[in-house]
T-cell receptor
Framework: GAVVSQHPSRVICKSGTSVKIECRSLDFQATTMFWYRQFPKKSLMLMATSNEGSKATYEQGVEKDKFLINHASLTLSTLTVTSAHPEDSSFYIC?????????????FGDGTRLSIL | GQNIDQPTEMTATEGAIVQINCTYQTSGFNGLFWYQQHAGEAPTFLSYNVLDGLEEKGRFSSFLSRSKGYSYLLLKELQMKDSASYLCAVLDSNYQLIWGAGTKLIIKP
């Protein structure tokens, strides 16, 4: 149980393109989903917390107009990297916790490797 | 501020036992998680401790001492596939997950 699906797994595109990444909880409902970014050999960096039916909460230093988050249902959150540039190249990972208790573990999607040329 | 400390890298031999330590200073505590992350992949959940003591799950065990702000992950009968980074994360009083930088574990034959 507790499977999180993230799509696409890899994106290579030109500078200036907008890229949408989907995160789905397949067998549970997630009122909260999390978006992380990870650089090579570095730890996870929380970008934003996505709440179903409301605006996402962004961490300090993360541009909300650059990284658009939509959490339209209890099983789907999307992250759109708008007008991506080479410095946005990174490994983006989403996670979700089952609704009902705040101490549920976060279950991660497989991640999306974004390469901007 | 909030802080999670764990060693950057450890090396161990196949078949042996290794203990990865994690110390934390956070605003409140609602549990501690250990995750495994293989290179290029997303983390996978290993264990959760909220009460003091040892939780055993197969070859992996996790220990917690809340009074000392300390946890460890114990891996027994090491296999080559255990080579990965191990991430310690603490749930603070606001139920926000605070992540350690991870410990890269290298297993040698």
């Amino acid at each position: 149980g507790a499977v999180v699906s993230q799509h696409p797994s890899r994106v290579i595109c030109k500078s200036g393109t907008s890229v949408k990444i989907e995160c789905r909880s397949l067998d549970f409902q997630a009122t909260t989903m999390f978006w992380y970014r990870q650089f090579p050999k570095k730890s996870l960096m929380l970008m934003a917390t996505s709440n179903e039916g409301s605006k996402a909460t962004y961490e300090q230093g993360v541009e909300k107009d650059k990284f658009l988050i939509n959490h339209a249902s209890l099983t789907l959150s999307t992250l759109t990297v708008t007008s991506a540039h080479p410095e946005d190249s990174s490994f983006y990972i989403c996670s979700a916790s089952e609704a009902g208790a705040d101490n549920q573990p976060q279950h991660f999607g497989d991640g999306t490797r974004l390469s901007i040329l | 501020g909030q802080n999670i400390d764990q060693p950057t890298e450890m090396t161990a031999t196949e078949g042996a036992i290794v203990q990865i330590n994690c110390t934390y200073q956070t605003s409140g505590f609602n549990g501690l998680f250990w995750y495994q992350q293989h290179a290029g992949e997303a983390p996978t959940f290993l264990s959760y401790n909220v009460l003091d003591g040892l939780e055993e799950k197969g070859r992996f065990s996790s220990f917690l001492s809340r009074s000392k702000g300390y946890s460890y992950l114990l891996l027994k009968e090491l296999q080559m596939k255990d080579s990965a980074s191990y991430l310690c994360a603490v749930l603070d009083s606001n139920y926000q997950l605070i992540w350690g930088a991870g410990t890269k574990l290298i297993i040698k034959p």
